[in-house]
């Protein structure tokens, strides 16, 4: 009960603010003409090339920087929390992946700079190893995305751009917080020190960016020998040069993150010595890119690059295990290029654009088993070429997009995909904007070399998962149908605000889904959770997102809905997968008074699990967490920080999932923090 009482206050907050906002509505006055907020967002995700916000035929969510900056603890986990349909689910390693319209990370193409990232467990990218450091924006994508992006978009992209500076700086922050209730005692402080430094040789900025992040482990009770999260350590450390030279565009990038983890997972038998599960992972990636753009007279570009190369090659290697160790090592090289043409008047009323590319991918993976030093997976490779292209005809008061793909995989032969979306205006008024984007396209995703290879062997962690060699690669059909209203209010005792609200409607048909099934003969015979990769002939995933926003003077508030209904070819819910979710925020921001602060909830009931798992049925399915996140520039160089996170300690009981119930609370701990930076 205390779960629904603590939402339905956060609720009437904003339900309230936004009852006021309408009514404000009634008495508005004309007001001049101008861009929404909203209209000043550059994204390029939707159609690869820059576009006004409201002008992207392709709907896009978008979090800014400074946003980011305020919501994650060194990595970006936690600010994709803040986007609706988005849920963000912790894994047994104690990373974070997402799903997004039903379909898990697996098929969720997570991009950083417009580029892929390695995923170090299935086809999941780990988002708690992404820094958080010098974000320009998020852009998510919810949805197919097949045709622009390729293989593991058929649920939708998140690409992470970073910021570019032009002048020189330094700026240095440091954070220490604690688990309250949970702590373990020898360990109880995390800290986070993050550097940041920009320095300008003539027209080149060279940038270093670095991050220790130290998380310490947290429990329920007093016995530590078995711990539910691990104590963490990160570095990511980033060094790079930008520029330009005779009109092109040329970028460098080289990173470096190290991760180690450790967890308590019980006493080894016979012996009183605590036994861990550990893993340690060292990741090398190198970004090289060179393009043509449009500068202005002061040398600052001004637009997106005419055409563009990119390469990125990445080296991932991860030993982890508890008794019997394993080392894998994981390589992801990547040549990709696209050119950029337009016609802005091709007709006294429309223009045109053409977007066409290419792209040359690898994958290689190798196992190596070190107490036996047998190598399991023997040198595994892929290859991939693919091609796209995309017309955009843009009229004054819609748009139409059409997109194809093809792509020759080295294991899987030849795959294609079609997309047709279209953008309409329905009200173009001065201050009112209602806009409907609509699509239907096709997705596919081939499976990687981990799904049909890997050995999870996590036996200290009471589970096991191995691949499937026979697996097919996934396809689907989708469509999806975006509403959004947008409207600039003047109100006598409000000022001038702004609503916008969207209504999103889903239905994907999708065959072979990969997922994970439990072996119940393994299971039982090595008294452990074994999993087992296989393809789900059928699978229909269908649903809707409502959300409200309104932003005024100071204050903005938000709250989403989403519903997911998943389901397979019998009928049975697909795991994991919640049927409802509200998230709902209230914030302030105050520049004069460098004042930024948000308190937001994030709420999901009736999660789908496996029967023959939990035998015992269900202890709790349902959670609510509520965070609090602030910070506030004391002077012009000094800013200070303050959060609470999972305010009311909602937390799984481990006790009732190891007596067979399932529970749906994710493994959290309530966290306090507190911390400062300096700009020199």
Same mark, same amino acid.
């Given at each position: ?156 992209? !998140? *690409?992470?751009? @970073?910021?570019? &500076?032009? #002048?020189?700086?330094? $700026?240095?922050?440091?954070? %220490? ?72 565009? !040329? *970028?460098?990038? @080289?990173?470096? &993150?190290? #991760?180690?983890?450790? $967890?308590?997972?019980?006493? %080894? ?90 792209? %040359? ?320």
């Amino acid at each position: 009960m205390k779960t629904h009482y603590y939402l339905a206050i956060v609720t009437v907050l904003n339900l309230g603010l936004f009852s006021n906002l309408v009514n404000a509505n009634n008495t508005k006055t004309e007001v001049d003409s101008r861009e929404f907020s909203h209209s000043e967002t550059i994204v390029v995700t939707g159609t690869r090339t820059p576009k006004l916000l409201s002008n992207s035929p392709i709907s896009v969510d978008v979090i800014d920087g400074a946003v980011v900056g305020l919501l994650s603890q060194g990595t970006v986990a936690q600010a994709l929390n803040f986007v609706p349909g988005v849920v963000v689910v912790r894994n047994e390693k104690d990373g974070y992946s997402v799903q997004m319209q039903g379909f898990d990370g697996d098929n969720v193409l997570v991009l950083l700079n417009g580029q892929p990232l390695v995923a170090p467990t299935g086809a999941a990218v780990d988002l708690d190893q992404i820094s958080a450091q010098d974000i320009q924006q998020i852009e998510v994508i919810r949805g197919a995305a097949s045709v622009m992006y390729g293989s593991s978009a058929m649920g939708g992209v !998140i *690409n992470i751009i @970073t910021r570019k &500076f032009n #002048e020189n700086r330094l $700026k240095i922050g440091v954070e %220490i917080g604690r688990f309250t209730n949970n702590t373990v005692d020898d360990e109880s402080l995390s800290h986070l020190v993050t550097i940041n430094g920009n320095v300008m040789t003539g027209d080149w900025n060279n940038h270093l960016n670095l991050s220790l992040k130290h998380s310490p482990s947290f429990d329920y009770d007093n016995d530590h020998t078995s711990t539910p999260a691990g104590k963490l350590d990160k570095i990511f450390l980033n060094l790079g040069t930008n520029g330009a030279f005779n009109n092109l565009t !040329i *970028n460098a990038e @080289t990173q470096y &993150f190290k #991760e180690e983890k450790q $967890k308590a997972v019980g006493i %080894i038998p016979g012996q009183n010595i605590n036994n861990y599960y550990i893993s340690d992972v060292e990741r090398y990636q190198v970004d090289l890119g060179i393009g043509k753009a449009v500068f202005n007279k002061h040398k600052h570009e001004i637009a997106d690059t005419s055409w563009k190369l990119n390469t990125r090659l990445v080296e991932h290697e991860e030993t982890s295990g508890s008794s019997t160790l394993r080392k894998a090592d994981i390589g992801l090289y990547e040549v990709n290029g696209q050119y950029v043409w337009s016609a802005p008047k091709v007709t006294d009323d429309a223009g045109l654009e053409l977007v066409a590319g290419g792209l %040359i991918h690898f994958d290689t993976l190798a196992q190596i088993n070190l107490k036996s030093d047998v190598a399991e997976i023997d040198n595994k490779s892929r290859r991939s070429v693919e091609a796209f292209s995309q017309l955009n005809w843009i009229y004054d008061d819609e748009q139409y997009l059409f997109g194809i793909r093809v792509q020759d995989d080295s294991d899987f032969g030849g795959h294609g995909a079609l997309r047709l979306s279209a953008m309409y205006d329905l009200l173009n008024e001065k201050t009112d904007s209602l806009k409907w984007r609509l699509g239907v396209g096709q997705g596919y995703r081939v499976p990687t070399l981990k799904e049909r290879f890997y050995q999870f062997d996590h036996s200290a962690l009471g589970y096991k998962v191995y691949g499937n060699e026979d697996l097919k690669p996934e396809e689907s059909l989708s469509f999806n149908s975006t509403l959004t209203y947008q409207s600039t209010i003047d109100s006598n005792w409000l000022g001038n605000f702004e609503l916008r609200s969207e209504l999103n409607v889903h239905y994907t048909k999708a065959d072979n889904l990969i997922d994970l099934f439990t072996d119940l003969e393994k299971s039982i015979d090595e008294d452990l959770d074994i999993s087992v990769y296989g393809n789900i002939k059928e699978a229909t995933l269908q649903g809707f997102e409502l959300s409200f926003e309104t932003q005024f003077d100071y204050w903005f508030s938000q709250i989403n809905y989403s519903y997911l209904d998943a389901r397979d070819g019998n009928d049975k819910r697909l795991e994991t997968r919640p049927y409802h979710q509200i998230k709902t925020n209230l914030g302030y921001s105050d520049i004069n008074a460098g004042i930024d602060a948000v308190l937001y909830a994030v709420y999901q009931i009736d999660e789908a699990f496996d029967n023959e798992q939990f035998t015992n049925g269900e202890e709790n399915n349902s959670w609510l967490t509520i965070d609090f996140k602030s910070s506030w520039q004391y002077t012009e160089q000094l800013t200070l920080r303050f959060s609470i996170e999972n305010i009311f300690d909602q937390h799984a009981n481990l006790s009732a999932q190891q007596a067979l119930k399932f529970d749906a609370r994710p493994i959290s701990s309530r966290f306090i923090s507190i911390g400062a930076s300096y700009q020199f």
